[in-house]
């Protein structure tokens, strides 16, 4: 049986990850821990999610022409990650994320995107093939919206489902890219920055959820964290748990889910089953540090998530 196929549009980005006692205050020099660099970018960290778990993953995006470049691009080949579409910049830097992870294990994080914010419409076209042959298309917030819009048209005409993982919010989101997503999937801080409203209770991302459906998403998907998620249609309500854990570091957690979201689905699992699965693996994630470090090989997870 071949290997589901996921496409995802994003960024690649690498993490410098300084650990501390506690976050800072404005002004304020703390002594660190000890600093650790790794592999990031949101679009990359679904990617080597979902290629873990045993899909056939195309990336769609850009690196700088710098050393951190060339090294992320042969990173996610490593990892069996299509990379034709993964494209250099000259003159221009890669990505980089600066975060910093306290001793609970919750996380700052700063991104320069660098050559991820050119990544274009033509980028994707080129890639049309990519998009149609797969199961799933992934886009997320840290490339430019004219490059998701493209891909999530091309990928509504061929019938390929669409995952728009709005992170992180850094302007608003035109209704057409709603209007062309599947599962719209935003955490509680950012479906409070899209609707204006507060997200602290399920009532809260109830109402949020309804507000994303109205402007044109067939479903609205809201992690949650330790509460786990809220999946939201027309016709559905429903709140998936996930098992608590002791969390070391959090960084990443959102896209070891979504990736772990796509795979599924593109494998054929219910909904339900899905948001199950990548509460699990998303909760196994974050029992270790960084990000794509984090992410457990199918070989790795419980039998029960192997099936």
């Given at each position: 049986?071949?290997?589901?196929?996921?496409?995802?549009?994003?960024s690649i980005n690498?993490?410098?990850?300084?650990?501390?006692?506690?976050?800072?205050?404005?002004?304020?020099?703390?002594?660190?821990?000890?600093?650790?660099?790794?592999?990031?970018?949101?679009?990359?960290?679904?990617?080597?999610?979902?290629?873990?778990?045993?899909?056939?993953?195309?990336?769609?995006?850009?690196?700088?022409?710098?050393?951190?470049?060339?090294?992320?691009?042969?990173?996610?080949?490593?990892?069996?990650?299509?990379?034709?579409?993964?494209?250099?910049?000259?003159?221009?830097?890669?990505?980089?994320?600066?975060?910093?992870?306290?001793?609970?294990?919750?996380?700052?994080?700063?991104?320069?995107?660098?050559?991820?914010?050119?990544?274009?419409?033509?980028?994707?076209?080129?890639?049309?093939?990519?998009?149609?042959?797969?199961?799933?298309?992934?886009?997320?917030?840290?490339?430019?919206?004219?490059?998701?819009?493209?891909?999530?048209?091309?990928?509504?005409?061929?019938?390929?489902?669409?995952?728009?993982?709005?992170?992180?919010?850094?302007?608003?989101?035109?209704?057409?890219?709603?209007?062309?997503?599947?599962?719209?999937?935003?955490?509680?801080?950012?479906?409070?920055?899209?609707?204006?409203?507060?997200?602290?209770?399920?009532?809260?991302?109830?109402?949020?959820?309804?507000?994303?459906?109205?402007?044109?998403?067939?479903?609205?998907?809201?992690?949650?964290?330790?509460?786990?998620?809220?999946?939201?249609?027309?016709?559905?309500?429903?709140?998936?748990?996930?098992?608590a854990v002791n969390?070391?570091?959090?960084?990443?957690?959102?896209?070891?889910?979504?990736?772990?979201?796509?795979?599924?689905?593109?494998?054929?699992?219910?909904?339900?089953?899905?948001?199950?699965?990548?509460?699990?693996?998303?909760?196994?994630?974050?029992?270790?540090?960084?990000?794509?470090?984090?992410?457990?090989?199918?070989?790795?997870?419980?039998?029960?998530?192997?099936?």
């Amino acid at each position: 049986m071949a290997a589901p196929a996921i496409c995802v549009v994003g960024s690649i980005n690498l993490d410098m990850n300084a650990y501390v006692e506690r976050f800072p205050r404005p002004g304020e020099t703390l002594h660190g821990d000890r600093f650790t660099t790794g592999y990031g970018g949101k679009g990359a960290n679904q990617a080597v999610m979902t290629a873990r778990l045993g899909g056939a993953v195309t990336m769609i995006g850009r690196v700088g022409d710098d050393i951190f470049g060339s090294d992320m691009r042969r990173n996610l080949a490593s990892e069996g990650i299509h990379t034709d579409f993964v494209l250099p910049s000259q003159g221009v830097s890669s990505g980089v994320a600066v975060i910093t992870i306290d001793e609970n294990g919750q996380n700052n994080i700063v991104v320069i995107a660098g050559a991820n914010g050119l990544v274009s419409p033509e980028d994707v076209e080129h890639a049309r093939g990519a998009i149609t042959g797969a199961q799933v298309l992934l886009c997320q917030m840290e490339v430019p919206m004219a490059a998701n819009l493209a891909a999530l048209r091309i990928a509504q005409a061929a019938g390929v489902v669409t995952i728009f993982n709005s992170a992180p919010v850094s302007s608003e989101i035109p209704r057409e890219a709603y209007q062309l997503t599947d599962i719209f999937c935003p955490n509680e801080s950012e479906s409070e920055l899209l609707t204006g409203l507060p997200v602290h209770t399920l009532d809260d991302a109830r109402l949020a959820a309804a507000v994303i459906l109205e402007r044109g998403a067939k479903a609205a998907l809201i992690t949650l964290g330790t509460r786990g998620c809220l999946y939201v249609t027309a016709t559905e309500d429903e709140h998936i748990p996930v098992q608590a854990v002791n969390a070391v570091d959090t960084t990443g957690a959102g896209d070891a889910f979504v990736g772990s979201l796509a795979y599924c689905l593109a494998s054929g699992s219910s909904m339900r089953d899905a948001i199950t699965r990548a509460n699990a693996i998303a909760a196994i994630s974050v029992q270790a540090p960084g990000a794509q470090s984090s992410y457990p090989r199918r070989d790795q997870l419980p039998a029960w998530l192997q099936k």
